[in-house]
């Protein structure tokens, strides 16, 4: 039987590292987050967000903007942002609303500030090795690999799903880890098989119900890092968890796992640039 990996547990020990931190520090870090749209899931993430960072002692503000806001305006918002000199990171949250050009968004960012990851520099920086922020998701995996003493070194690491959020920076983490990678998507021919050869499998798919116990090897650390609803309307992952927990030596649930960690990394991020900001190693 599995053992649970406690997402939440381990968040609130990054987010009290985090505050002590933060206090030492002479200016306290900001975080703008700006939403457009009325998007429900996106709005609940945002008053996450603006909790955490209540928690971490951080100075935050929110941009809740209209549907129709223009590319112009939401530009105009990132470049006023990108000069003040009291926001350390912003955040604008995906998806987008249709018509605004996400990719242009994410490069005016400036990439000492991009807390999420997301810019084309920042990626590049994380690709070579010499990330400046960790890509929340995955960074929270990786600690969370750390904390229970699960090394990747020559492990086998099997990621399904390759979002430029996920899938492709979590591999990354996991190569520098010294993982040996495969990364698997919707044209995988083989994708069952090549989960059930993973020492650590990941799934960032999004499709309830897709990680069942004939893909887990004995043994193996099951990820699930997805935020699904099922049928019942209820949070669920993609890992059939109560069979997958049978075979697994470690699993993370859904909800409670993988999430809180998710947004502990942000925090952690936003410290990251604040010492940048302040010339603090
Ligand atoms: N939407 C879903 N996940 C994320 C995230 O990590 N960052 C942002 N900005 N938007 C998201």
Request: charged fraction near 25%; hydrophobic fraction near 40%.
């Amino acid at each position: 039987m599995a053992t649970r990996i406690d997402g939440t547990a381990l968040a609130a020990k990054v987010k009290q590292t985090v505050r002590a931190e933060a206090e030492a520090l002479a200016r306290r870090p900001g975080l703008a987050v700006i939403l457009v749209g009325d998007d429900p899931a996106s709005r609940v993430y945002v008053t996450s967000k603006r909790r955490d960072c209540e928690e971490c002692g951080f100075y935050s503000e929110e941009y809740a903007l209209p549907e129709e806001t223009t590319q112009g305006e939401l530009l105009a918002l990132v470049r006023e942002l990108n000069g003040r000199e009291d926001i350390d990171g912003i955040l604008v949250q995906l998806p987008l609303p249709w018509g605004l050009d996400e990719k242009e968004v994410l490069l005016a960012i400036d990439p000492a500030k991009d807390v999420d990851c997301f810019h084309p520099f920042n990626v590049g920086k994380l690709t070579i090795g010499e990330p400046v922020f960790q890509p929340c998701t995955p960074g929270g995996v990786m600690e969370m690999l750390r904390k229970y003493g699960i090394d990747p070194a020559g492990k086998r690491c099997v990621v399904l799903g390759r979002s430029n959020i996920v899938g492709k920076p979590m591999a990354m983490l996991l190569l520098h880890a010294d993982g040996t990678v495969v990364m698997c998507h919707s044209k995988t021919p083989d994708l069952k098989e090549l989960a059930a050869s993973a020492d650590i499998l990941v799934s960032a798919v999004g499709k309830t119900g897709l990680v069942t116990a004939d893909m887990v090897k004995e043994g193996a650390v099951v990820i699930d890092v997805a935020m699904n609803r099922n049928d019942a309307g209820k949070l669920c992952g993609d890992v059939c968890f109560e069979e997958a927990s049978e075979k697994a030596s470690y699993i993370t649930p859904v909800p409670g796992g993988v999430g809180p960690m998710t947004r502990a990394m942000l925090m952690k991020n936003t410290l990251t640039a604040a010492k940048l900001h302040q010339d603090v190693n």
